[in-house]
């Protein structure tokens, strides 16, 4: 299903800029932002008016485009703006793994602007078909699952956003549940905030309401308790970078689930299309850098008030340190299994290594 450059959350508008869903302030307030520059771009990856894995190589390869247009093809001064866009944010693979692929174009094309915007809309197209199958594969197993223990409604568990707001189209933990919910299965989500920047809370609950699929918003540390009780048929996240011994990166806190999993016998996916994986990474726990964002996101809260209006307001003593990993790395030991287009791959070298 190609869409030539429309899709949910971001699309080359009329005048051929990239308009991209501000994701900054939802779910308070739908607002898009036109990106007309590569520095528009890089802005946007770096605020986060963009976030998860897939979308930051989205907006990365249409902002490659978008300097090829800004300079008229000079191949060097794209290659500069290529390498800023590059370094805007460090966990996310699918950022370095677009740019590449973008500046492989580029070195090879005589019409560099009108390649670009073929490539960049050819990895987000491919992108479109790489979720859906992660949707059908994942939904597969929830099948599977309902079917082993006789069960007629299923829970999952997801930690942060990873549905169409995260990778075009569907998601990669939510395509699945997108997914179950067309084949007329009975689920719920427990769908855990995910502080400090509340990406579960306000992105995943946003689309789940949007989408019709019953779910319920928890605060981070409650998936344990309900794991323990019986709750939670099985886990789903996405991922920010795999490693080749299957170590994965993800919003921070996801390792924990993880281990409630493991001690639970809960089943933990990781969904993601195979341009999550970094081949060259040997061991994610050592090597994956993880990215230490603002102190402020810890400090402050971002909510609605009475008035409607958005606000910051704070939450802590101003004067206490806080610090803020983006992500963590959930060691292979505890993932049953890895959710990806070309099916469902076990979390080790020699699995992985086969996908290159
Ligand atoms: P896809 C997010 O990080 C989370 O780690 C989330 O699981 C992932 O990106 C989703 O990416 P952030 O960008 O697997 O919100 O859906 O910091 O591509």
Redesign the pocket.
């Known amino acids: 299903m190609a869409h030539q450059g429309i899709y949910k959350a971001l699309w080359l508008n009329d005048n051929d800029n990239l308009e991209v869903i501000d994701q900054r302030f939802l779910p308070f307030e739908k607002k898009t932002r036109i990106l007309k520059t590569a520095n528009d771009a890089c802005e946007a990856i770096k605020d986060?008016t963009v976030?998860?894995?897939?979308?930051?190589g989205n907006v990365a390869a249409f902002g490659v485009y978008l300097a090829a247009r800004e300079f008229a093809g000079d191949k060097s001064q794209i290659k500069q703006a290529a390498m800023n866009i590059r370094t805007s944010?460090p966990t996310?693979v699918?950022l370095m793994w677009a740019v590449d692929r973008m500046l492989n174009i580029v070195a090879q094309s005589d019409d560099v602007v009108k390649n670009c915007k073929a490539e960049a809309i050819a990895i987000a197209d491919e992108d479109v078909l790489r979720t859906q199958k992660i949707g059908e594969i994942g939904c597969d197993i929830i099948e599977n699952i309902m079917a082993k223990r006789k069960i007629n409604q299923f829970n999952v568990l997801t930690?942060?956003?990873?549905?169409w707001l995260?990778?075009l189209d569907s998601?990669?933990?939510l395509a699945p549940i997108y997914e179950a919910q067309k084949r007329g299965i009975d689920i719920h989500v427990w769908v855990d905030e995910t502080r400090p920047?509340n990406?579960g809370a306000s992105l995943t609950s946003w689309e789940l309401l949007d989408a019709g699929i019953k779910h319920t918003i928890i605060p981070d540390n409650t998936g344990g308790h309900l794991m323990q009780q019986g709750m939670v048929d099985m886990v789903i996240?996405?991922?920010?970078r795999v490693a080749l011994n299957g170590d994965a990166a993800?919003?921070i806190g996801?390792y924990l689930k993880a281990l409630a999993a493991k001690d639970n016998d809960v089943p933990f996916y990781i969904?993601?299309?195979i341009s999550?994986f970094d081949f060259a990474c040997e061991d994610g726990v050592s090597d994956i850098e993880i990215?230490i964002r603002s102190e402020d996101e810890v400090h402050l809260m971002r909510g609605i008030d009475r008035h409607g209006n958005v606000q910051d307001i704070r939450i802590t003593p101003e004067e206490s340190a806080t610090i803020n990993y983006?992500?963590d790395v959930t060691p292979a030991r505890l993932i049953t299994g890895l959710i990806t287009e070309a099916g469902i791959i076990a979390p080790n070298k020699d699995a992985i290594g086969e996908l290159k």
């Open positions: 986060m976030r998860g894995a897939g979308v930051i944010r996310a699918n930690h942060c956003n990873a549905g995260a990778i998601g990669s933990a920047r990406q996240t996405g991922a920010d993800n919003k996801t969904a993601l299309p999550t990215e983006g992500f």
